[in-house]
């Protein structure tokens, strides 16, 4: 009989820990099944607001790999509508409702990767089951917004947080026709970059036209007489809206593993090591449930980001198909845009900085995306978190008009390599006039960081 | 007496080293003269072509800085129409001759700068003289090339040479309504790129309507009754063209320092230590005319590009205003585009990692600009030259279409760090649908290169 490898959720990590394994062993060697509480494996999360815009014509556009095509090309056996409910470590069982027949099951495994992803952190006020609000996280999350926007024309929308699925989806809403409201608590929105940057983001939302409020709280949503969403409460008073979409973010999915015994960290993520598995004999976690090493601050970290979760799923099933595989760690790197503004970052903010016991200090240039006398240059900013008085660097923001954002991996490549500023400045970009300044933004940068 | 710093070339190396130096040391301790044959300083000889296209307006854009700048706010004494003829480096003396006043004077120095960049290798034919055969290497030499077609209003022209600036003018020439044929000895266009990306780039230039003609020298030019250039000639006939640029490539310009007996190494450039030095005391090079460390192979290379005459410069100034640098070497990684394909590279190819007698290997992937469902993801092909059996990066090349081209600094990036394939497959990069797959084609590459 072949080992048994159990992978509890159908999405990035967990499927690509399934290809990867598969790819490895065949099914004579190692029985490879899944469980999916949802009805899809392996979608695109991230573009959810695209396909609300209406960029994204189908549904099916966001589905990497269908369980069929797993099933049949790779012997992975899917199974979608059934949820994990219980694991017991020592039997190596999980005990599995299938949502259809709402019967339980259970499945025995040799080795059990969790990958549960993240769940969202909704805020803290009744009524966000008022039908017209919802979440971004799921595709039937995503079908229920195109739903109301092609049954109910609303007029205007109210996105709660500032974080990227939060501009993505003010975005979308623009794009639909929608008066957006976008509502944040804190001070400034993408509060993942520095202050400086988060008021260029606003000072560029408020002139698309986004009536963004800061520092306002969600308070209350209030149905109207037909039940569906007519506006929500803040202490400032009411906002009309015909729709309400929450972006206040996500947390590790961990409850099972919790309940299970599997240690969840400090981070909120599930414990593993660099092979990507927990403390548990046989249990392995990867993705957004579990926790990763922050590269720069050496921390504990915990980011629902499907590059990483990808990467993880990866290496979880080199090491589950019998190959050497270890994780690295991550940056934390993201990119968004909202219309033409490019927002990205990668490492540490100067407050994570401070938190991690290092000294640094901040400094940002403004320069073009290409040769000043070129066409269409546009604006970017881009700004170093850099320790003193070693001149390291441990963070980089931009912002910026298009061509700006993905030149975040500059940085990004520069840090995975500990690089310091003095270096940095010297390295060889690539230059002409369409794509570059004679010395790039990066490096402009660099020689601002350096003084 | 303030201690004297001569530079020859008041290009962007020489002005980039005065303006340095003059940052670290005052007019009392430090007179700086730079003589420049031409008409101007810090011109972006890299905007000329799309001067022409009409894409740049002004002449005068592409002046970073005046000569009369540098001498109100910098105390540069700038001589512009004087051209060094001779270097005496026991009397520490420079002759140089009043290109207006035909008359000589002779300069000393305690610290001498050569910074004679790069002189245009033409094709060995004779009738490069004609009326309508024009490099571009030079604002005159725009200027030229824009009379011509303000005058003549020229329909056919040839380019002779497929490298960066044949390419460039192809596409200029077209965008102001000519019709362009292309000559290269070569049998594809970028010869500094492999030969699977060369005849992708072939298929693209021949679907924009250029006319290539590749394996084909220039063996004349053929003037018309008038004078002005008629039709050139190769071996398959005769081609007409009523405007003929030459694109044929540059070297290093150092007739004046060998002369001097200034050592000039294999490459072609001058020799120099990292601080810039010459072996002759008091004598220093940077930017074109002088070699630098390839930092893949360890050789000795010349590489004229404007991003490493700045850097240089810049050491060089530091190193002659009394402070420290080292210039840590290059990549030879440069970008450019012909209409909307955009082509890039760094470090060696296949060819060059065999020169330095290194096992290598190469491997492509195609893969998208942004998320496959996102619109208007163009696409791209990634290309990597890995040393056998370690893994090491040795090169990287990429052609695609918008959004494709600067993704080579993330290779530039990895390589100046002497990166891994198999590191390089874990970084951290960012992703979101506008920007990426979520496999960043550059990892995607990567996972094929370590098999």
């Known amino acids: 009989m072949p080992h048994q490898l159990l992978v509890i959720g159908g999405d990035a990590a967990g499927m690509s820990a399934a290809s990867q394994a598969r790819r490895l062993k065949g099914p004579d060697e190692l029985a490879i099944t899944v469980v999916e509480r949802g009805d899809t494996t392996s979608y695109a999360a991230c573009g959810i607001p695209y396909w609300v815009a209406g960029l994204v014509e189908e549904r099916a556009a966001l589905i990497a790999r269908r369980a069929e095509v797993f099933r049949d090309r790779q012997q992975i056996d899917v199974h979608l509508h059934h949820e994990a409910t219980a694991i017991d470590t020592?039997?190596?069982?999980?005990?599995?409702?299938d949502l259809d027949a709402g019967t339980l099951r259970t499945f025995g495994y040799d080795d059990l990767l969790i990958a549960t992803g993240a769940q969202?952190?909704?805020?803290?006020?009744?009524?966000?089951?008022?039908?017209?609000?919802s979440a971004v996280q799921t595709l039937p999350d995503g079908q229920r917004i195109l739903d109301a926007l092609a049954t109910r024309a609303p007029r205007r929308a109210v996105v709660v947080g500032g974080g990227y699925i939060g501009l993505e989806m003010a975005e979308a809403l623009q794009l639909r026709g929608l008066d957006v409201t976008l509502l944040d608590l804190a001070e400034q929105p993408m509060t993942t970059l520095e202050?400086?940057?988060?008021?260029?983001?606003?000072?560029?939302?408020?002139?698309?036209?986004?009536?963004?409020?800061?520092?306002?709280?969600l308070t209350g949503v209030v149905p109207g007489d037909d039940g569906w969403v007519r506006a929500v409460t803040t202490p400032d008073g009411e906002i009309p809206a015909d729709?309400?979409?929450?972006?206040?973010?996500?947390?590790?999915?961990t409850a099972l593993a919790a309940e299970a015994g599997v240690p969840v960290g400090p981070s909120g993520g599930i414990v593993t090591d660099d092979r990507q598995a927990t403390p548990v004999t046989g249990v392995w976690a990867a993705g957004d449930c579990?926790?990763?090493?922050?590269?720069?601050?050496?921390?504990?970290?915990?980011?629902?980001?499907?590059?990483?979760a990808n990467k993880q799923g990866r290496i979880a099933g080199l090491n589950l198909g019998g190959a050497e595989g270890r994780f690295p760690g991550v940056l934390g790197t993201a990119v968004t845009k909202v219309h033409e503004l490019e927002i990205a970052r990668t490492g540490l903010s100067l407050r994570e900085a401070e938190a991690a016991g290092l000294r640094a200090t901040v400094s940002h240039i403004d320069a073009?995306?290409?040769?000043?006398y070129y066409p269409d240059s546009a604006e970017m900013t881009v700004l170093l978190v850099v320790e003193e008085p070693t001149g390291r660097l441990l963070g980089g923001q931009i912002v910026g008009g298009p061509g700006a954002g993905k030149r975040i991996d500059v940085l990004a490549a520069a840090l995975w390599n500990g690089m310091h500023v003095e270096d940095l400045i010297q390295m060889d970009l690539a230059y002409a006039p369409p794509f570059s300044p004679v010395w790039d933004p990066v490096l402009t940068a660099a020689r601002r960081a350096a003084g």
């Open 290 to 308: 579990a926790e990763t090493t922050h590269r720069v601050s050496g921390a504990r970290v915990s980011f629902a980001l499907g590059t990483v």
């Open 368 to 372: 073009g995306t290409r040769a000043h």
């Open 90 to 97: 020592d039997a190596r069982t999980v005990t599995v409702r």
């Open 120 to 133: 969202q952190v909704p805020p803290p006020v009744d009524g966000l089951d008022t039908p017209g609000v």
């Open 195 to 217: 202050p400086e940057l988060g008021r260029r983001i606003a000072d560029a939302m408020r002139t698309m036209g986004i009536d963004l409020r800061l520092g306002t709280p």
């Open 243 to 253: 729709l309400v979409v929450l972006g206040t973010g996500v947390r590790p999915r």
